[in-house]
């Protein structure tokens, strides 16, 4: 609608009501993109056809990436995000930048989910002892949510298991996000490892080699 004898093409504010029903479209449609996303991705890893496309890419550039998509989730819950790389850690690399993204989406939106206070952090390092040639690097993602009970740590990584349904039914998923991101590592010649205590948070991290960049 315009505005009567408004000499632009101005527009006028959406009721309340009206405004609600927007954002509740946006958040369903960013939670369909992510599962169909997800399913895709499982069904490519499953069938052994999922291509890996190795290009220089920035590691600042990726973090940035990551603090656009998910400071806008954090902020409401009033949580600290905490996206850092290292200083050994070589601005530019060579390396599948997508995959890379889509495994830390995953497990930083994993993070945020189940984490009602605190903070939840993304530390990118170089270890001391680099082997070479190339370029390792250590990814660790660090919440202090709800964390996993022993019980259901062994399983967590298969498919569609969330964790007891007790704790974690009120947070919603299908249970695709660490069982994704932990196959995806491993196609990217990873190995991705998951340590939590049910009450105090949880920490996963993994190591991938990539090319150095000129």
């Known amino acids: 609608m315009r505005q009567a004898g408004d000499a632009g093409t101005r527009q006028q504010p959406l009721p309340p009501d009206a405004e609600i029903q927007v954002e509740l479209i946006q958040r369903s449609s960013e939670v369909l993109r992510k599962l169909v996303e997800r399913v895709l991705t499982f069904s490519a890893l499953e069938s ?8 220089t890419f920035s590691i600042p550039g990726l973090i940035a990436r990551l603090r656009s998509r998910f400071a806008p989730a954090a902020e409401p819950k009033g949580l600290e995000l905490r996206l850092l790389a290292g200083r050994t850690v070589p601005p530019l690399v060579g390396g599948d930048p997508e995959r890379l993204a889509e495994v830390l989406e995953n497990l930083l939106d994993n993070a945020i989910k189940f984490t009602r206070q605190g903070s939840v952090a993304l530390n990118i390092t170089r270890p001391p002892r680099d082997p070479g040639p ?7 993602v660090q919440d202090t949510g709800i ?8 399983k967590i990584l298969d498919p569609f298991v969330q964790g007891d349904g007790s704790s974690t039914r009120p947070y919603g ?4 996000g660490l069982t994704t991101s932990a196959r995806l590592v491993r196609h990217l010649g990873g190995e991705l ?12 991290r993994f ?7 000129a």
């Open 173 to 176: 998923g299908i249970g695709l």
């Open 147 to 154: 964390g996993i009970p022993i019980a259901d740590q062994a």
């Open 48 to 55: 052994d056809s999922l291509p890996v496309v190795k290009q």
């Open 193 to 204: 490892t998951l340590a939590s205590h049910e009450g105090s948070g949880t920490k996963v």
């Open 134 to 140: 190339g370029v390792m690097l250590d990814f660790e």
């Open 207 to 213: 190591s991938l080699h990539f090319d150095l960049a």
